[in-house]
């Protein structure tokens, strides 16, 4: 499986900005997906997950109302559309495909995109 997360950039605070992450070598739509992120000298954060076919979503308290977790089954991408961009958000953001267990945990994942740096200025 090859996943391949794009989309990041700088922005100045209060933007809105959509990453995508293409995914190959399986059956995209048999698997829930994930986004995390990570900072500089910080664990690996948990932001989102969706379920195979895109109904149910789940996101961590510290994203809900501004993050959006959406996919495209026809096109095999993932998507996360972020608004109202913070100066806190700035990070690597990796999308995962889901295997097991608790979806906030990065063990849950068996396969992570290469990231996409997100810079927020203020």
């Known amino acids: 499986v090859q996943l391949q997360a794009f989309g990041g950039g700088l922005v100045q605070a209060g933007v809105s900005l959509r990453l995508s992450c293409a995914a190959s070598g399986r059956t995209f739509s048999n698997y829930l997906m994930g986004w995390f992120r990570q900072a500089p000298g910080q664990e690996r954060e948990w932001l989102a997950t969706?379920?195979?076919?895109?109904?149910?979503?789940y996101y961590a308290d510290s994203v809900k109302g501004r993050f959006t977790i959406s996919r495209d089954n026809a096109k095999n991408t993932l998507a996360l559309q972020m608004n109202s961009l913070k100066p806190e958000d700035t990070a690597v953001y990796y999308c995962a495909l889901y295997n097991s267990g608790e979806y906030s945990y990065t063990g849950s994942y068996d396969y992570w995109g290469q990231g996409t740096q997100v810079t927020v200025s203020s």
């Open positions: 969706i379920s195979s076919s895109g109904y149910y979503t």
